[in-house]
């Protein structure tokens, strides 16, 4: 039997990268996926995808944009209400942006902020009635390793980072008498569209890293796992896919107000 045989779910970043992954292993698994992203082009890819795995029928796409609140407004109720309701939402959508620090603009600390963030409020704001009005509500947050471990010339992303881990353990004692559920994941040393533009391996600077740091700053974010397929050592998105997937579930039944660190052993 499926995991999510009659689940509904709503997916953010479902354009690209571990959001896209997490689409894929949803529909694989028998749910039925609302996937949201700023990007078209993205999306057309996840449905060219969901085609080839011959699970289209069940995934609908739209385009939103979490930092806009009238976007993220419109957009959770008609996914809602393509849906039917809604059992779990997954808030994989987010910017990486990095600089130094004391050259940060209040611009640049606020995109970041407003899309990571805010913009994960927004979603999870909107979807909670329907969350609610199921009885076994989910919330899946994207925190990240950066959130409690130094990444040099990533305060704003840290920050933003930090504070949805925050926020996930609010809203998780808030509701949990009403059955809903929220978690955050704290990917690190993955292989994305997000990591590999930013440089964030550390093995090259990318067009997110600042031409003059100091790449020797970056010699602890290794992993200890290595798989043997992967560039840098870093997992492909399928690996926190697979664990995002556990934690909306049934088998993540006993698992709240808390995060699950996928990282490879980086900050072992």
């Given amino acids: ?3 999510y045989d009659g689940r509904r779910v709503l997916i953010t970043g479902a354009g690209s990268g571990i959001g896209q992954a997490t689409v894929r292993r949803i529909l694989a698994e028998g749910g039925a996926v609302a996937g949201v992203d700023v990007a078209e082009s993205g999306l057309a890819a996840t449905r060219e995808l969901a085609l080839a795995d011959g699970t289209a029928d069940r995934l609908t796409t739209a385009v939103l944009d979490i930092s806009d ?24 959508a987010g910017i990486l942006r990095s600089s130094h620090t004391d050259r940060t603009t209040l611009e640049f600390w606020n995109r970041v902020l407003a899309v990571n963030l805010t913009g994960t409020f927004l979603v999870t704001r909107e979807a909670l009635p329907a969350l609610l009005a199921s009885g076994h509500g989910v919330v ?13 010339y990533m305060a704003a992303y840290a920050a933003s980072k930090g504070g949805i881990q925050s926020f996930t353990h609010a809203i998780a004692l808030e509701y949990a008498a009403q059955g809903l559920r929220a978690v955050s994941v704290a990917p690190g040393s993955i292989s994305s569209g997000m990591t590999d533009a930013s440089g964030a391996s550390g093995q090259n600077r990318g067009p997110g890293i600042p031409e003059d740091a100091d790449m020797s700053l970056f010699a602890k974010l290794a992993p200890a796992l290595k798989p043997a397929d992967s560039p840098y050592g870093f997992a492909g998105p399928e690996a926190v896919a697979g664990v995002v997937a556990m934690l909306a579930s049934d088998d993540g039944a006993f698992v709240t107000g808390t995060e699950i660190r996928i990282d490879g052993g980086t900050h072992a």
């Fill in 1 to 3: 039997m499926n995991r």
């Fill in 69 to 92: 609140e009238a976007s993220v407004r419109d957009g959770v109720a008609a996914a809602v209400a393509g849906l039917g309701g809604l059992d779990a939402l997954v808030n994989a």
């Fill in 140 to 152: 899946v947050n994207f925190s990240s390793t950066s959130a409690t471990f130094a990444h040099p």
